[in-house]
């Protein structure tokens, strides 16, 4: 419970940062200065960056994409995998089989090296990165779906529909489907958490939403050749992913419990 | 044991064609035409298509795969499009430096995990902060852990030498401190994840009755840990090593990148980048064949250590 809270606490501070960051700082995050580089200070909380850039602006900017992106990703994880996975798990026998070695087969594979090949390819927009994230992380949201599906379709009360004369196409909506939608859930703020922390690690490799518009990991490899000059060019988009994969992580996993 | 691991890895077999098949078309389907790629902008669409038949890619991709995979398996693997050099000259020599790192993250987790949480002295103090670590291991990606130690240890303390690698050939001390930082940042997930599977098995282990028949025997609670709780806790470890393989490619490529390691890691991102596609194909090939195996191996493991589960 305190673990939920404390994710909760985290997200919404993340989101009200990145949703009013117009109102909360005096720059634009693209607006260019003369003073580049400069060292935090009053005017400037994180400095600026390379091109003159408020880095403070930059990394509450930053938050926008990055949750459009986790939240998309989830979403599209969800939308793939929820099905494949009851019906995996309410068939059973020779489908499930085969569903359940193609998953873990795909969970197997590296998500991040797969989302890079496909995003070199496809060039990076948020759109075609929120898709391929979600494609990459729908293997473990029908694993966990399947597993529980399977179990509940031992039911009495599943029983007790069948012999009512219900049928598969009344069953999983009306009664699996209510009772694997808590599992789904804190699926869905982990699968969040992965989105982010895989989209973030695209983009510090050079495949993120391009430039000039303010993205975490993008902003963490340019602070990188300058963590001797401006530290915080580095470290506050650093931080703003950690804290925001982890305020996901912890909410996830305090509600699987 | 052998037996298992053998059938297993002639299960994996069909797995591993149908991804590097898979592979090897999305990635011929996605990149389209390599000639184009590889004469830039200003090439005539006669140009482009010449040089498509005299390479072979004008071919259908079934075709072109199976040619591929004889070259393959006669350790010819083509050549680089960007610096024209053998892919098999290009990859081999990084392939060491990456297994290196990773076999020692490898080590440095599980040593890390098991431990910490196998500790019953001061327990109140070592098991929040074992699980602290673990989540920090989890939720922080490679490049936010390492940037913090780079900015720590090499910039603030001075302590270590800035990123970069050094080979055994620089001596020991040279290469260890230039290894130490990498090896920290790509354990630091495999910890949490270990941590997380360990406890939970310990924690069930220690439940039991044969625990408390020792504990009753006389033994001290850190010699119960030792000898009867961890010993049998362990399972779950191995399983999870195996299977998060792939977990372990992804954590390399983004350590590699950051530290400027030349492993592999770093040079896919490059091929990739570059589109290389040979490199690219190689690699991801290497990646595939490693993960599948280390799931057959991870499997036959648990089957070997576990009567009860029946081998398909």
Same mark, same amino acid.
């Given at each position: 419970?305190? #673990?939920?809270?404390?994710?909760?606490?985290?997200?919404?501070?993340?989101?009200?940062?990145?949703?009013?960051?117009?109102?909360l700082?005096?720059?634009?995050?693209?607006?260019?200065?003369?003073?580049?580089?400069?060292?935090?200070?009053?005017?400037?909380?994180?400095?600026?960056? *390379?091109?003159? #850039? *408020?880095?403070?602006?930059?990394?509450?900017?930053?938050? #926008?994409?990055?949750?459009?992106?986790?939240?998309?990703?989830?979403?599209?994880?969800?939308?793939?995998?929820?099905?494949a996975?009851?019906?995996?798990?309410?068939?059973?026998?020779?489908? *499930?089989?085969?569903?359940?070695?193609?998953?873990?087969?795909?969970?197997?594979?590296?998500?991040l090296?797969?989302?890079?090949?496909?995003?070199?390819?496809?060039?990076?927009?948020?759109?075609?990165?929120?898709?391929?994230?979600?494609?990459?992380?729908?293997?473990?949201?029908?694993?966990?779906?399947?597993?529980?599906?399977?179990?509940?379709?031992?039911a009495?009360?599943?029983?007790?529909?069948?012999?009512?004369?219900?049928?598969?196409?009344?069953?999983?909506?009306?009664?699996?489907?209510?009772?694997?939608?808590?599992v789904?859930?804190?699926?869905f703020?982990?699968?969040?958490?992965?989105a982010?922390?895989?989209?973030?690690?695209?983009?510090?490799?050079?495949?993120?939403?391009?430039?000039?518009?303010? *993205?975490?990991?993008?902003?963490?490899?340019?602070?990188?050749?300058?963590?001797?000059?401006?530290?915080?060019?580095?470290?506050?988009?650093?931080?703003?992913?950690?804290?925001?994969?982890?305020?996901?992580?912890?909410?996830?996993?305090?509600?699987?419990? | 044991?052998?037996?298992?691991?053998?059938?297993?890895?002639?299960?994996?077999?069909?797995?591993g064609?149908?991804?590097?098949?898979?592979?090897?078309?999305?990635?011929?389907?996605?990149?389209?035409?390599?000639?184009a790629?590889?004469?830039?902008?200003?090439?005539t669409?006669?140009?482009?298509?010449?040089?498509?038949?005299?390479?072979?890619?004008?071919?259908?991709?079934?075709?072109?795969?199976?040619?591929?995979?004889?070259?393959?398996?006669?350790g010819?693997?083509?050549?680089?499009?960007?610096?024209?050099?053998?892919? =098999?000259?290009?990859?081999?020599?990084?392939?060491?430096?990456?297994?290196?790192?990773?076999?020692?993250?490898?080590?440095?987790?599980?040593?890390?995990?098991?431990?910490?949480?196998?500790?019953?002295?001061?327990?109140a103090? &070592?098991?929040?902060?074992?699980?602290?670590?673990?989540?920090?291991?989890?939720?922080?990606?490679?490049?936010?852990?390492?940037?913090?130690? &780079?900015?720590?240890?090499?910039?603030?303390?001075?302590?270590?030498?800035?990123?970069?690698?050094?080979?055994?050939?620089?001596?020991?001390?040279?290469?260890?401190?230039?290894?130490?930082?990498?090896?920290l940042?790509?354990?630091?997930?495999?910890?949490?994840?270990?941590?997380? =599977?360990?406890?939970?098995?310990?924690?069930?282990?220690?439940?039991?009755?044969?625990?408390?028949?020792?504990?009753?025997?006389?033994?001290?609670?850190?010699?119960?840990?030792?000898?009867?709780?961890?010993?049998?806790?362990?399972?779950?470890v191995?399983?999870?090593?195996?299977?998060?393989?792939?977990?372990?490619?992804?954590?390399?490529?983004?350590?590699?990148?950051?530290?400027?390691?030349?492993?592999?890691?770093?040079?896919?991102?490059?091929?990739?980048?570059?589109?290389?596609?040979?490199?690219?194909?190689?690699?991801?090939?290497?990646?595939?064949?490693?993960?599948?195996?280390?799931?057959?191996?991870?499997?036959?493991?648990?089957?070997?250590?576990?009567?009860?589960?029946?081998?398909?």
């Open positions: 419970m305190t #673990r939920r809270a404390c994710g909760l606490v985290l997200i919404l501070a993340v989101t009200f940062a990145a949703l009013f960051a117009p109102l700082t005096a720059y634009a995050p693209t607006q260019t200065g003369v003073f580049f580089l400069a060292p935090p200070d009053a005017a400037h909380w994180f400095g600026t960056d *390379d091109l003159g #850039r *408020d880095v403070l602006s930059r990394v509450l900017h930053g938050g #926008r994409a990055s949750l459009v992106i986790g939240v998309g990703a989830a979403f599209v994880a969800c939308v793939i995998g929820v099905p996975g009851l019906l995996a798990g309410y068939c059973g026998g020779r489908v *499930d089989l085969w569903a359940t070695q193609v998953m873990n087969l795909c969970i197997a594979l590296p998500g090296v797969l989302a890079l090949l496909i995003t070199a390819v496809t060039g990076p927009s948020v759109l075609n990165i929120v898709l391929i994230l979600g494609f990459v992380s729908w293997p473990r949201v029908a694993r966990l779906v399947r597993g529980q599906a399977f179990l509940i379709r031992e009495l009360f599943v029983e007790a529909a069948r012999a009512a004369g219900a049928d598969a196409v009344w069953i999983v909506p009306m009664h699996i489907l209510p009772n694997v939608a808590g789904i859930a804190a699926q703020a982990l699968t969040v958490a992965y982010i922390f895989t989209s973030s690690s695209l983009s510090f490799l050079g495949l993120g939403i391009p430039p000039p518009s303010p *993205d975490w990991g993008g902003m963490v490899r340019t602070g990188l050749d300058y963590l001797s000059i401006n530290p915080a060019m580095g470290l506050a988009p650093s931080a703003a992913v950690g804290i925001t994969v982890l305020g996901f992580y912890l909410l996830g996993s305090g509600t699987r419990g | 044991m052998l037996a298992i691991l053998a059938r297993r890895l002639v299960w994996a077999i069909p797995g064609i149908v991804i590097t098949a898979l592979l090897f078309a999305s990635l011929a389907g996605l990149i389209g035409s390599p000639a790629l590889m004469l830039g902008r200003d090439a669409a006669q140009s482009i298509a010449e040089l498509n038949a005299r390479l072979g890619f004008d071919r259908p991709i079934a075709t072109q795969y199976l040619d591929w995979m004889g070259h393959a398996l006669r010819d693997l083509g050549r680089s499009y960007v610096t024209h050099q053998s892919v =098999v000259e290009a990859v081999l020599p990084r392939l060491p430096v990456t297994l290196e790192i990773g076999l020692l993250a490898l080590v440095l987790a599980t040593i890390a995990a098991i431990v910490l949480n196998s500790l019953t002295g001061a327990r103090l &070592i098991r929040p902060l074992a699980t602290l670590l673990a989540v920090i291991g989890i939720t922080l990606p490679n490049f936010v852990l390492g940037l913090g130690l &780079i900015y720590l240890l090499c910039v603030t303390l001075e302590w270590l030498p800035s990123v970069g690698w050094s080979a055994w050939s620089n001596g020991v001390p040279d290469h260890a401190t230039h290894i130490l930082l990498p090896v940042t790509l354990s630091a997930y495999y910890y949490g994840s270990l941590t997380l =599977v360990f406890r939970a098995e310990y924690d069930a282990v220690a439940r039991r009755l044969f625990i408390r028949a020792v504990k009753a025997k006389g033994l001290s609670d850190q010699q119960v840990s030792w000898r009867h709780t961890m010993p049998n806790a362990l399972l779950p191995i399983t999870t090593i195996g299977l998060s393989m792939g977990q372990l490619v992804g954590g390399a490529v983004v350590t590699e990148s950051l530290f400027s390691i030349p492993g592999i890691g770093s040079l896919l991102v490059d091929s990739i980048l570059s589109r290389d596609y040979p490199v690219v194909l190689a690699i991801g090939m290497i990646v595939v064949f490693s993960v599948v195996i280390a799931n057959a191996a991870a499997d036959a493991l648990y089957a070997a250590a576990n009567p009860q589960v029946r081998i398909r």
